[in-house]
């Protein structure tokens, strides 16, 4: 099996399914997805993982390989994956599917293997398909270690191949907190942001952004005080050499009265314009900065619209630079 070459393939309707498993679990259930075909219909026979490519692709103890294979089949079994449908009368209906239909470890000493079939349930969204669907590269998963990081990266190229969420040669996706605890199955942890981005957004992002074919970063998105969503932007490495993204060029004052609603309106704007640009640049190239002189003028926007915290924390940013310069000569 050469996992060079292996693609995994998925209804995006299964691909943003809630539920929650341990790395190992993943791990089989992408080697298992590795070998379908999505363009076929669903074939009668069984398909079998062997321990000794468990072992080689996820580099795992040879002398524990068989155990971890054993262990994820037996618990995958009892793990359904819930999707969410909405029928003609735009009701959304809850719908548990299991992933397969069968799913046992054969004990052998020289020819251990999982063999198992895919449920019928999870079928459409597995074969014959022909729209509504991602393609990701399996060794880009295999390369990640944590159950998280491996959904976080397979939501966010979803956004790949959809026009909309493209700006720029950059990539732009937004992701509720709430959406990506229920979707993992973490429901009442990691309650607070803190905690959300220190120990689970975060590591996952330097994991995804060392290992796989996408360079992220992202920024809070807030209502009110509270952080609700997380805006992510990548740049794809896999395509050919991005181009630096340019400035764009930023709206003149109107004429209004200082403090009215139309100024507030175009300093919003300004800020949307340049933030954009400063999130693209750093996808391009984490070295490329804006200008200082367009920093002033962003901690300027900030304070005309009352954010006092990223007014500030741009001020801080100017003082930074200009250390930084003092140091270097």
Not at 68 to 78: E, I, V
Request: with cysteine.
């Amino acid at each position: 099996m050469n996992h060079d070459t292996l693609t995994v393939v998925q209804g995006n309707d299964l691909l943003e399914g809630a539920y929650g498993v341990t790395l190992d679990e993943m791990r089989l259930l992408n080697l298992a997805l590795a070998q379908i075909d999505s363009r076929k219909p669903q074939p009668d026979m069984l398909y079998t993982l062997y321990p000794r490519d468990y072992q080689r692709i996820y580099g795992v103890n040879p002398t524990s390989s068989h155990r971890q294979l054993r262990d994820a089949a037996d618990s995958l079994m009892k793990k359904p994956v819930t999707i969410y449908k909405e029928d003609r009368n735009g009701k959304v209906r809850t719908v548990q599917l299991s992933w397969f239909s069968r799913l046992e470890y054969v004990s052998n000493d020289d020819h251990s293997a999982v063999v198992l079939r895919f449920g019928q349930d999870v079928a459409p969204y597995l074969f014959e398909l022909k729209e509504s669907f991602t393609k990701l590269d399996f060794i880009n998963l295999a390369r990640l270690d944590t159950p998280f990081s491996i959904r976080l990266y397979s939501w966010l190229v979803k956004a790949r191949n959809l026009t909309r969420y493209r700006s720029h040669g950059t990539i732009e996706v937004t992701l509720e907190i709430e959406w990506m605890r229920e979707k993992a199955n973490l429901q009442g942890k990691y309650q607070d942001y803190r905690d959300f981005r220190q120990k689970l957004l975060q590591p996952s992002l330097d994991r995804i952004n060392a290992s796989t074919d996408i360079s992220v970063i992202w920024e809070p998105v807030k209502i009110g005080r509270s952080v609700h969503a997380i805006k992510f932007t990548y740049v794809d490495e896999s395509t050919p050499e991005a181009v630096k993204p340019m400035r764009p060029r930023l709206p003149r004052r109107p004429h209004v009265t200082a403090g009215s609603a139309a100024e507030g309106e175009w300093a919003r704007k300004c800020i949307s314009l340049l933030t954009q640009h400063m999130a693209q640049l750093e996808a391009y190239d984490p070295n490329e900065k804006v200008s200082v002189p367009d920093l002033r003028k962003l901690a300027g926007w900030y304070k005309k619209v009352g954010h006092r915290d990223q007014e500030r924390e741009t001020l801080e940013a100017i003082k930074l630079r200009a250390q930084r310069r003092k140091t270097d000569h």
